[in-house]
């Protein structure tokens, strides 16, 4: 049994989706969908930061060069994602970041893009979904 395998089956998951070496930071002003998101990817290993608006997610990004991936809520107080994910992009342009929303129209995914988001993934959020598109952006930074 290799290395992957060992520690898939340790923490629960397919050895494809084993991210015990990764940060993922969810910024996510409502505390269900953050849960909700941390249940998901959770089984995998990964190491799990929260930042509740823009504003902390860009000095989380700033101070934390580990962080590896970002999954970046659109609309929230403070500091929405649009405006985090430019400064963010400005700081460290090679970052993915994926945005989510619950306002899945057109131009939401449109304006995500223009802000500087490397995909856009809708709520409600299925596991499957997120985790094929967090393992895209590890397997490819």
């Known amino acids: 049994m290799g290395t992957n395998e060992v520690i898939a089956k340790e923490v629960g998951t397919s050895s494809q989706h084993v ?7 969810v910024v996510e002003d409502i505390e269900l969908n953050y849960l909700y998101i941390r249940e998901l990817i959770h089984p995998t290993g990964v190491m799990i930061l929260r930042a509740e608006n823009g504003r902390i997610a860009v000095e989380l990004c700033k101070n934390n060069p580990n962080i ?3 999954l970046m809520d659109l609309l929230m107080p403070v500091m929405n994602g649009y405006e985090a994910t430019k400064q963010i992009k400005s700081l460290r342009p090679d970052l993915p970041i994926i ?5 899945a129209m057109a131009d939401d995914r449109r304006k995500a893009m223009e802000a500087g988001c490397d995909d856009f993934i809708a709520k409600p959020i299925g596991k499957e979904e997120l985790l094929k598109k967090v393992q895209f952006f590890f397997q490819n930074k």
């Open 19 to 25: 991210w015990v070496d990764k940060i993922v930071l």
């Open 68 to 70: 590896d991936i970002v």
């Open 99 to 103: 945005a989510q929303t619950a306002y």
